[in-house]
């Protein structure tokens, strides 16, 4: 997955330039001409809806990589009116802004998968991911896969991301690395890709064992507040281990438990690094998170948002608590129980 692009759309003439961009990267990872048009046609549509309702509207587009190949993420956030009947709103010919009423229907069936959730005058979440026709439709998972979201930006004016993640999957067991280079920009960016080199080498051991050897692989670059969640899904526990400012947070049935991290800087100064389980469940949450993402959030404010793909869980918390003055990730896991 690369970095997100994060688009305003909040009058008309940004539509064209949402339009444009996505269709630039779908060509870019294969997508023929009329796949390519199928990404124009739902980016317009979204767009557009954003521009009629939002107060403030903004895409995100990433492009993903699987074992089918490629396919192209759409996300669109407002902080809009929000729907209070959604699927009155997915039928053709409904509409509160005197159009036809076809968008939402029309973006839907394009997409390979498609997801909203919205909160009267909280706004709107819209996710849709399209593939190449060469590729199948997502399959559904086992009920053991284990399915992801991730909002990954670098600070606004800034191209290049200090923050970096990373996942390995075992059998019945998942790995997640969230890490923070010190400040931003290049700099920041080896340090935290250098977590990830240690962190993929390593991917067999525990995350305690796992940040000490990144704290010694770290000491000639500037450091970095890393995090590592290894969930069991046999034992249903998740052990955490962390050092520096990376939030982890699992939610169950509504609780939301916040795991311990310590204080210091891997690579430079990690006086006391250690392991904590926690419970986990088929219908738990992770969510971990730098520090570009403020901590006060509380997914009890969104009514159904924890049933939702993960994917749409990390836009709709990048869009009320982002802090654009930091580089910025939110990754969210959970099992998605087979169809």
């Not at 593939?131 to 559904?140: D, F, H, L, V």
Request: hydrophobic share 40%.
């Amino acid at each position: 997955m690369i970095n997100a692009i994060a688009l305003p759309v909040t009058e008309e003439s940004q539509v064209g330039e949402a339009r444009r961009i996505a269709v630039a990267l779908a060509a870019e990872v294969g997508f023929n001409e009329t796949d390519r048009g199928k990404v124009a046609i739902a980016i317009t549509e979204a767009a557009k809806n954003l521009v009629k309702h939002a107060r403030e509207g903004e895409i995100l587009l990433q492009i993903l990589k699987t074992a089918a190949g490629y396919s192209i993420e759409i996300v669109a956030l407002d902080r809009g009116p929000g729907m209070a009947n959604v699927g009155q709103c997915l039928r053709d010919g409904f509409s509160t802004a005197g159009t036809p009423g076809t968008g939402l229907g029309a973006i839907k069936r394009l997409s390979n998968f498609f997801d909203i959730h919205s909160v009267p005058k909280l706004g709107t979440a819209l996710l849709m991911r399209l593939s190449p026709t060469q590729n199948s439709r997502e399959a559904s998972p086992d009920s053991n896969y284990l399915e992801f979201g991730v909002v990954h930006l670098p600070k606004a004016g800034e191209q290049i991301c200090g923050d970096s993640w990373a996942t390995e999957n075992d059998l019945d067991k998942n790995l997640i690395l969230v890490a923070d280079g010190l400040g931003y920009g290049v700099l920041a960016q080896e340090a935290s890709r250098e977590a990830v080199e240690v962190f993929r080498e390593n991917a067999k051991l525990g995350p305690k064992t796992i940040l000490e050897k990144a704290h010694a692989a770290l000491k000639d670059t500037r450091g970095a507040a890393a995090a590592i969640a290894r969930i069991d899904r046999t034992k249903q526990t998740i052990c955490f281990a962390g050092i520096g400012n990376i939030t982890g947070v699992v939610v169950t049935d509504s609780q939301t438990r916040s795991m311990v991290s310590y204080n210091g800087t891997v690579g430079h100064r990690m006086q006391k690094v250690a392991e904590f389980v926690y419970p986990w469940s088929q219908q738990s949450l992770l969510i971990m998170h730098s520090d570009g993402l403020a901590a006060q959030w509380d997914l009890n404010r969104y009514p159904g948002l924890a049933t939702r793909h993960p994917a749409l869980i990390a836009a709709v918390l990048y869009r009320d608590f982002k802090r654009t003055r930091d580089d910025m990730t939110v990754v969210v896991a959970k099992v998605r129980e087979a169809a």
